[in-house]
């Protein structure tokens, strides 16, 4: 079974999905953090980002992968390098676009996503799961929150990490990631006709996941 949670930066997407499948005992895959991973390798390996065929070789001669491992956090492995933290950088965040926009390196990343969901039932999230990687997801949500909310809770979770935080800056770059996520012509961030739309402005994360939970449970 997979369940797909898209929506944009900040609506606390990868907390709600971790936390739902631990409870239904689903693997989880933070799509995002493999946009980040090849990110970071692009950047090492000093390739072009606008050159979007050094990309796509890139993206073929790379291996990620998402490791589950019970009671510990998701861990992202760069050709079996362990990159979780490194993914994280803010020059990272903000390069991640020219990855993202690139049509034959989505390709690659629909491709593995796929294969990740035929093996094993799983709570995916990301921008296009719903619509574009698992069209036949049984159960789609689309995860949303106020803008200013969103600002505020990233702000927060920067703060509890210990990184320097400028909320002007932080405002701006949420906002451009926004508008990239939902013009970029393959795979933007879009709603698909059947997800469940969720607003957690108003929510708490484990209300989100208790809403989700209870909708899936009411159907299996
Ligand atoms: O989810 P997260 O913010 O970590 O994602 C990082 C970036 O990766 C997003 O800004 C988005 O551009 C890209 N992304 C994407 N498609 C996905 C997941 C993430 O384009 N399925």
């Not at 294969?115 to 990687?133: H, N």
């Not at 926004?178 to 739309?197: F, T």
């Not at 108003?202 to 299996?220: C, G, H, L, N, T």
Request: hydrophobic share 40%; net charge neutral.
């Amino acid at each position: 079974m997979v369940i797909t949670i898209d929506g944009p930066a900040g609506a606390g997407k990868s907390t709600v999905a971790k936390l739902l499948a631990k409870k239904l005992g689903f693997a989880f895959m933070d799509t995002g953090a493999m946009y980040r991973a090849l990110t970071v390798k692009a950047m090492r390996c000093q390739v072009r980002l606008e050159d979007a065929e050094a990309l796509v070789a890139l993206a073929k001669k790379t291996h990620i992968d998402l490791l589950n491992e019970p009671g510990q956090p998701l861990k992202v492995l760069l050709d079996g390098e362990d990159v979780s933290e490194a993914i994280r950088a803010t020059d990272v965040t903000n390069n991640t676009f020219y990855i993202a926009r690139t049509p034959g390196v989505r390709h690659v990343m629909v491709e593995w996503q796929q294969l990740m969901g035929r093996r094993q039932s799983m709570v995916g999230d990301g921008r296009d799961l719903g619509t574009v990687v698992f069209p036949e997801a049984e159960f789609k949500f689309y995860l949303d929150a106020d803008f200013a909310v969103r600002c505020q809770r990233r702000i927060d979770e920067l703060k509890s990490k210990g990184q320097p935080v400028d909320p002007k800056d932080l405002e701006r770059d949420l906002a451009e990631r926004d508008h990239q996520d939902i013009s970029r012509k393959v795979g933007p961030l879009k709603q698909a006709d059947d997800a469940i739309l969720v607003d957690s402005t108003r929510m708490s994360v484990e209300e989100a996941v208790d809403f989700m939970f209870s909708r899936i449970k009411s159907k299996i």
